[in-house]
């Protein structure tokens, strides 16, 4: 039960930075962890290509371990991130928190002591773990811990500025890495990762109450039973709710598809420029804080603008594009300088996640939220694990000596075939504004994971 106070009508009305004062000592420490966690990014690819292909611009094997790994996390990830998610509104959000912020910490670490072939080896299953209980259950989380103490007129605002945060920390992290020698850079890492739990642990408030157990004297295995009924139950529910809805059932396979294409194309991405064009951690820094300030203008300021003259759907659309025309300039890119220019349309293709979560909130009622936006993470992460199936093994044959002709971002140009599929889906798309909307069972353990406290007057 979220215990955060908010007014109806009183208080001051005031915009930007003023909607996140009770946030303060959330956004402190996760903005810290984004930078630990972003300023690894361009140099991992040199780590692991020269652990495991030493001597070689390019590493199928790098490149066939993210496959897997990306496709391991998005099967556990479809059971892992409901389960948090109800975790977190039954036992609180600051133990989830400390939870999922703290798993970075040992794969790094493991880099950090050494960078050889076996604890780079140690490192990727470690991270494995590290990613099914961290990766997208920060953000949900952090998500419902701002609903629970901002008011809902306000949230929209908060939202953006807190994805705003999101990218100003990674376009930090990134300078980090292209001014920081590498040997420094997993170390300065560590010690930003550690501060981020313990400011946490002695700083963040709770804003959830926990609930009394029910039934004590039931058996463990009666418990374990009840709730696979009841998390059958809320995902058999979450499937009614999204395939009742035409706006739904449309975004969710937008999302699908987006997200088969983008995460395909993520995963081998920077192996690709490396092989391609020898690109190094500065040239992969530079692209990265390219998108990263572009992105910081259009969510925090642009959308704000824009989205109340020409709606949800013109947004995604727009986005959509955006993404093809990154997509095909990266895998048709003829020049080392092309990528920067394919970089730069990152500034508008990251409008779609923002735009797919207002369509979906404005198409669910406050008590089905939390689960229309678990049941599309899902679908997304459906995608995210059938993705590399494809891209790893396609890549690594037309980057290798053995390919049938001679465009090595072929893979890429496949990928933005899913990118098309995505922006007809999202034309077709009939909005659609949410139904009357009805009051949460607060006994109800299915309670989303968003939900939407009632004003008291």
């Not at 908010?6 to 930075?17: I, T």
């Not at 642009?302 to 947004?315: D, H, Q, R, W, Y």
């Not at 293709?349 to 369509?359: G, N």
């Not at 993705?387 to 496949?414: E, H, Q, R, Y």
């Amino acid at each position: 039960m979220a215990v955060g106070k908010r007014s109806c009508g009183g208080g001051r009305r005031g915009g930007g930075w003023w909607e996140l004062r009770p946030l303060v000592h959330l956004l402190l420490p996760l903005c810290v962890h984004w930078i630990a966690e972003e300023m690894t990014v361009s140099v991992l690819v040199d780590i692991t290509t020269s652990a495991l292909c030493p001597g070689q611009s390019t590493c199928p094997e790098a490149i066939y371990i993210n496959g897997i790994q990306q496709t391991v996390v998005g099967v556990f990830k479809m059971v892992v991130l409901p389960l948090l998610g109800q975790l977190a509104d039954e036992c609180g959000r600051k133990p989830m928190l400390l939870l999922t912020v703290s798993t970075t910490i040992f794969p790094f670490g493991l880099l950090a002591m050494k960078q050889s072939k076996e604890f780079v080896y140690a490192y990727y299953a470690i991270r494995t773990i590290s990613y099914i209980i961290s990766q997208g259950s920060i953000f949900c989380i952090s998500v419902a811990y701002a609903a629970d103490v901002i008011e809902d007129s306000k949230r929209a605002a908060a939202f953006s500025w807190i994805t705003g945060l999101f990218s100003a920390s990674h376009v930090l992290g990134n300078m980090l890495a292209r001014f920081l020698p590498e040997k420094y850079i997993f170390d300065v890492s560590i010690v930003l990762l550690i501060s981020c739990p313990v400011y946490m642990l002695l700083f963040l408030s709770e804003t959830v109450k926990s609930t009394p157990k029910q039934d004590p004297d039931s058996s463990s295995l009666g418990k374990i039973a009840k709730v696979l009924h009841k998390r059958y139950d809320s995902m058999r529910n979450a499937a009614t709710i999204v395939v009742s809805s035409p706006a739904l059932r449309g975004i969710s396979l937008v999302s699908f598809f987006y997200e088969l294409g983008m995460s395909g194309i993520s995963s081998v991405l920077l192996y690709y420029l490396k092989a391609a064009f020898g690109y190094n951690k500065n040239q992969f820094s530079e692209l990265l804080m390219m998108v990263g300030i572009g992105s910081i203008v259009s969510q925090m300021v642009v959308l704000p603008l824009i989205n109340p003259l020409v709606g949800e759907k013109a947004i995604l659309c727009t986005a959509l594009l955006s993404s093809i025309a990154y997509a095909l300039l990266y895998g048709f890119a003829w020049a080392s300088w092309v990528p920067y220019l394919s970089a730069s349309f990152g500034v508008i293709y990251i409008l779609v996640k923002p735009s797919t979560y207002a369509i979906i909130s404005k198409a669910s009622t406050s008590a089905d939220q939390g689960k229309a936006q678990g049941f599309i993470a899902g679908v997304q992460s459906i995608a995210s694990l059938l993705s590399p199936l494809a891209m790893s093994p396609l890549t690594s044959w037309f980057l290798s000596s053995n390919a049938p002709f001679d465009c090595k971002g072929f893979s890429i140009v496949c990928a933005s075939i899913c990118l098309v599929i995505a922006l007809c889906y999202a034309c077709l798309l009939k909005q659609e504004e949410s139904p009357s909307q009805d009051m949460p069972d607060t006994e109800d353990l299915e309670a989303p994971l968003l939900r939407v406290t009632q004003c008291s007057n």
